[in-house]
């Protein structure tokens, strides 16, 4: 009952520091996801596509320009590679882009931007962003270098994924889905979600610049109520983290790190904001 409690009052305080941060950044920074109509679909339906940013009162459909992503791609069930940038059309009315997918089985679609985007954060505001997302490097250098009293800065790069289930559950190939696919920063399932019958437990493996990464901050979010993440876990030596498995519902898993910048470049850290979504009927 204890530790309950513990890891409520922990992720109250994640939402409320986190709702401070963003209404200081319009949430520029923050949670970032590819969202599908639907995660489940038959075979050649069209699938309207949003990208999202921002929890909470905050959430929105994100104002990023095309110019700014460098790959937008699904890996089909067969291990090949989808070209899907041409679907984007940022900003229409009620979507982003769609998709049309063919084959049964799961596809994992990948969003990739450039790292041109910068965050500028009052020193006690940059400081909190960093205890709440665990990024324990930038706190490191700050503590060491004797800056936790000067503003903050960063350039950043989003990196999303998101799993979409074509035809029944159990049809097709469910093997991608736990691959690494070689991205900066990256969570990769070490199930599916939507294998049958589902385990109890959702493991997921976290990778920075192609290793395991220890003491991540990792967040599963219900997209359906996500003003705070329902549960939080920091990756281990292995770089792993073990989440209990949804039953049903649409989530988000999110995972940021950071490294500092040389002091002859702009800003003074270089940050990567990585997702993954899916939903379960």
């Given at each position: 009952?204890r530790s309950?409690?513990f ?7 994640i ?7 963003c209404?200081a950044?319009a949430?520029?920074?923050h ?7 639907e995660y489940?679909?038959?075979p ?5 596509v949003?990208?999202?940013v ?5 959430r929105q459909r ?6 700014r992503?460098?790959?937008?791609t ?5 291990g ?15 979507q982003?882009?769609d ?6 089985g ?12 910068q965050?500028h ?19 490191t250098?700050?503590?060491?270098t004797?800056r ?20 029944p559950?159990g ?8 691959r690494?696919l ?7 399932p ?17 990778l920075?610049?192609?290793?395991p990464?220890a003491?991540?901050?990792?967040k599963?979010?219900?997209l359906a ?16 983290a ?9 989530w988000?898993?999110n995972?940021?790190w950071?490294?500092?910048l ?14 993954l979504s899916?939903?379960?009927?």
């Amino acid at each position: 009952m204890r530790s309950r409690r513990f890891e409520q009052t922990r992720v109250t305080l994640i939402a409320a520091v986190l709702l401070g941060i963003c209404g200081a950044s319009a949430c520029e920074g923050h949670d970032f996801w590819i969202q599908p109509g639907e995660y489940w679909l038959r075979p050649d339906t069209v699938i309207p596509v949003t990208l999202q940013v921002g929890h909470g009162p905050f959430r929105q459909r994100s104002p990023i320009q095309l110019n700014r992503i460098v790959r937008f791609t699904a890996i089909a069930p067969d291990g090949n590679p989808i070209e899907l940038r041409e679907r984007l059309h940022l900003g229409a009315a009620t979507q982003d882009g769609d998709l049309l997918l063919h084959a049964p089985g799961a596809y994992v679609l990948v969003l990739e931007t450039d790292d041109r985007a910068q965050s500028h954060l009052p020193a006690i505001r940059f400081n909190d962003y960093l205890k709440v997302e665990g990024l324990t490097p930038a706190l490191t250098q700050r503590e060491r270098t004797h800056r936790m009293d000067v503003d903050g800065s960063e350039n950043y790069s989003r990196r999303a994924k998101s799993l979409i289930q074509i035809g029944p559950a159990g049809t097709g190939s469910q093997a991608q889905v736990t691959r690494p696919l070689g991205l900066p920063l990256e969570i990769v399932p070490e199930v599916s979600p939507y294998t049958v019958p589902r385990p109890g437990y959702f493991p997921v493996h976290v990778l920075y610049e192609g290793r395991p990464l220890a003491g991540a901050l990792v967040k599963l979010t219900n997209l359906a109520h996500d003003a705070a993440p329902l549960e939080t876990h920091l990756t281990d030596e292995t770089g792993r983290a073990t989440f209990t498995m949804p039953s049903n519902g649409t989530w988000l898993l999110n995972v940021i790190w950071t490294k500092a910048l040389p002091s002859s470049r702009e800003t003074d850290f270089e940050t990567v904001f990585s997702s993954l979504s899916f939903g379960l009927p």
